[in-house]
């Protein structure tokens, strides 16, 4: 398939709360004559995102509780190649991922898989700037530093919020980190389509030149041990480490060299995007499955492999085998692996950020919620980086969808509920916060 075949795929990123979902709906709202698949992804165990996305001729395919740089990128690979069964249905992809996301590796996805590399065709990296927090979030986050270094363009959103002369500063500032991408400047994302879409913009060699190790994939696992077995059953010990579960897939008839354990990493990353069966100590280990052993119990725990002939394995873990001592045993000798791997992790996001769901039925008074909101944004206001959702307010026969950035907070009604079940939802993103005192603290607003 030539390039212009390939599906045009652009990504839109940009740290928490920059624009990207209003952007998202200016461009499906535009004519431009483009069918548009949008794939989204959340930072939270609520999805809200989807139900804020205006209603739209094009699909929308969600994908919560997890960050699309990490274990979710099989989930992405698989919605891709679910989308070429209907390939009637669109002619372009729109890929937002969540504020926290680092854009390379989701790019690197285009790459490092053949079956997508011969439909798709990465057009570009939009990267949203909150020219009003930017300077905040640039001191404080890797994330959003990443972004503004892979992006083709630069949206530098919200400039009504800042000075000329600071914008000027900042443009220069953003351009001092990436000076190969265009910058536009904008208020709500107000962008003409052709700067976003149809760039033909992204340059692998420029990447590469930029940062050498970019098809250097990440993976949700850290480390492989090949073994040669005999027929007969194996015992896999492993002692309490640092996590109470251990993630792994055991690949049969693994290769030694490194063309064969790269082929089956990336066949792993989509294993480990599928839920894991839980094992228990004492139980068998089924091969070519995403597996997570209980650990959370005293002492040394054993699982068990059964091999019906003389076979070659690979055990793809979570961890590294020293963190748990792990250990690959048959009649009480121990079995040595071949060949070892040691692969490049997922990256770790700031534990001290986290997301905070709230979802409870009734309806909320408008006096109180105005109250707890303007506490809750004057005392951690700082430390919230992003908050969405959509409140059912007593006696509105429309819902109240909300968003905000720190302190800045803009809401007004939207569709009517009708026959739905009046429901709130609220997702707070932002560090050390308080679960237990916020959802209390909103459970008091309820009539």
Known sequence: MTLSQKVPVTILTGFLGSGKTTLLNRILTEEHGKRIAVIENEF????????????????????????????????LI???????????????????????????????????????????????IVTLVDAAHIEQQLGRSDESTEQIAFADVLVLNKTDLVKDSA????????????????????????????????????????????????????????????????????ELTLEEGPD???????VSEQGTDDAALRESAEW??????????????????????????????????SFFLDTDSPIRIGLYAQHLPEEFDLKLNTDGAVVHHE????????????????????????????????????????????????????ISVAGESRRFVFQGVHMLFDGQPDREWGDEPRRNQLVFIGRNLDEQDMREGFEACLI
């Open 78 to 124: 698989r919605v891709l190649n679910n989308l070429n069964k209907r390939r009637d249905k669109f002619d372009y992809v729109l890929v937002e991922t969540t504020g926290l996301a680092d854009p390379g590796p989701v790019a690197q996805t285009f790459f490092m898989d053949e079956e997508l590399a011969a439909e798709y065709a990465l057009d570009g």
């Open 167 to 234: 914008l000027d500063m900042l443009e220069s500032r953003i351009r001092d980190i990436n000076r190969m991408a265009q910058v536009v400047r904008s208020e709500h994302a107000n962008v003409p389509v052709t700067t976003v879409l149809d760039l033909g913009a992204f340059d692998l060699d420029q990447v590469l030149e930029r940062r050498p190790t970019f098809l250097e994939p990440e993976y949700p696992f850290e480390w492989t041990g090949v073994y040669s077995l005999d027929k007969g059953r194996y």
């Open 339 to 390: 060949v070892e791997r040691t692969w490049v992790a997922q990256h770790e996001h700031d534990d001290e950020v986290g997301s905070i769901s709230i979802e409870v039925d009734g309806d909320v008074d408008a006096e109180r919620l105005n109250g707890w909101l303007g506490r809750l944004l004057m005392e951690r206001g700082v430390d919230i980086f992003r908050m969405k959702g959509f």
């Open 44 to 75: 939270g165990e609520v999805g809200i995102d989807q139900a804020l996305v205006i209603n739209a001729d094009e699909e929308v395919f969600e994908m919560s509780n997890g960050c699309l740089c990490c274990t979710v990128r099989g989930d």
């Open 244 to 250: 109470p579960t251990m993630s792994l897939v055991v």
């Open 268 to 301: 792993c990353v989509r294993e480990y995007a599928e839920p894991a069966q839980i094992i228990q100590p004492g139980e068998d280990i089924p091969a070519g499955k995403h597996v997570s052993l209980q650990l959370d119990y005293p002492g040394r725990k």
